[in-house]
């Protein structure tokens, strides 16, 4: 009886325990992100507690790997890097998310989008068409975040477009497209890479240049570009994508949640930028930067010129559609204010 309750146990342990034992663990999915953002920031914190909510969600089977601190390269090298799936997403400013999907770069065209309120009028109406464009190429749009404002920063003050005609701006390689637009504005552009924008402001072969003050003050530029026009020059865009077999290669039970949650964390990037941006411009202020305030006469001076130059930038620099379609949308806004 002992031998035959054995050979029983024995023929259990090889009908069940197979069963069991022989399961494979869920295929672990990982997705390597790229980031410009320093990690001790907190956006760079937000990343880190989007990769923890994604691995919640997903049981551990989407694993979130950031890289931070640009140690993936500027992002036309992320782009590549993109494509031939070596990573598999990336944070992209206005200028990256442009090379995917020109449409993008429209908002940053100057003088348009003058403040927060009719940014936000301007993404309601058209946030659906940015990701549709995102969507219909080889990637996919998890969330679009407002970045801040581009500003100057100068070494003498600029108050009218006049003050800025007679000083040599400085435009980053990265973004000719914002460098054609001042020329066509009659600018002095003077190509500088970005590191070393700081050593030409202080030899004097630029003068000005137009950075988010986030930037500016992490550059450092206002040691040597001691004074900011308050006027707001465009709004720019952050974005997290991720390529087309990536966003394939997760199963299809976690994406709406995975879509959820990296949308709320967008959020609150985007009021950590707010609250970054203006302990920014309060700390150089701190340490000697002047705001010039510029008055409703003078800022009017700056739209005058740009209606001026637009019909030049439509067509080549800025998308003419989408102009027309933001351009209808804050007619209309202003109109009821």
Not at 302 to 319: A, C, I, Q
């Amino acid at each position: 009886m002992k031998k035959k309750g054995f050979l029983f146990a024995l023929l259990v342990l090889f009908l069940f325990v197979p069963q069991v034992y022989g399961q494979r663990p869920p295929r672990q999915i990982v997705i390597k992100l790229a980031s410009m953002v320093p990690e001790n920031t907190e956006w760079g914190q937000a990343l880190n507690k989007l990769s923890a909510e994604w691995s919640r969600i997903s049981n551990g089977e989407v694993r979130l790997q950031v890289y931070a601190n640009g140690t993936q390269g500027a992002e036309d090298a992320v782009l590549q890097k993109l494509n031939m799936n070596t990573i598999q997403a990336a944070v992209l400013t206005s200028f990256g998310l442009n090379k995917i999907a020109p449409d993008i770069l429209t908002l940053s065209c100057p003088f348009l989008i003058r403040n927060d309120a009719e940014l936000t009028e301007v993404l309601r109406a058209v946030k659906k068409d940015f990701e549709a464009q995102i969507n219909s190429q080889n990637y996919f749009s998890l969330a679009l975040v407002r970045g801040g404002w581009i500003k100057f920063f100068s070494r003498e003050p600029v108050f009218i477009p006049a003050d800025l005609k007679r000083q040599k701006v400085g435009s980053i390689p990265s973004e000719p497209e914002l460098a054609q637009a001042f020329r066509i504005m009659g600018y002095q552009v003077v190509m500088v890479d970005q590191n070393r924008l700081l050593i030409a402001l202080r030899s004097g072969s630029i003068d000005v240049v137009y950075q988010s003050p986030i930037a500016a003050a992490g550059f450092q530029f206002f040691g040597a570009a001691k004074n900011m026009a308050s006027i707001n020059i465009a709004p720019f865009m952050g974005g997290i994508v991720l390529n087309k077999h990536a966003w394939e290669s997760i199963p299809d039970r976690y994406k709406n949640e995975l879509i959820r949650v990296t949308q709320r964390v967008g959020v609150e990037i985007e009021n950590s930028l707010l609250k970054l941006e203006n302990d920014a411009i309060r700390q150089m202020k701190n340490y000697g930067l002047v705001e010039n305030q510029i008055s409703p006469r003078q800022q009017q001076d700056w739209y005058d010129d740009m209606t001026r130059v637009t019909p030049n930038l439509l067509g080549n620099t800025f998308n003419r559609n989408m102009y027309n379609k933001i351009d209808g949308i804050l007619r209309s806004y202003r109109s009821r204010q």
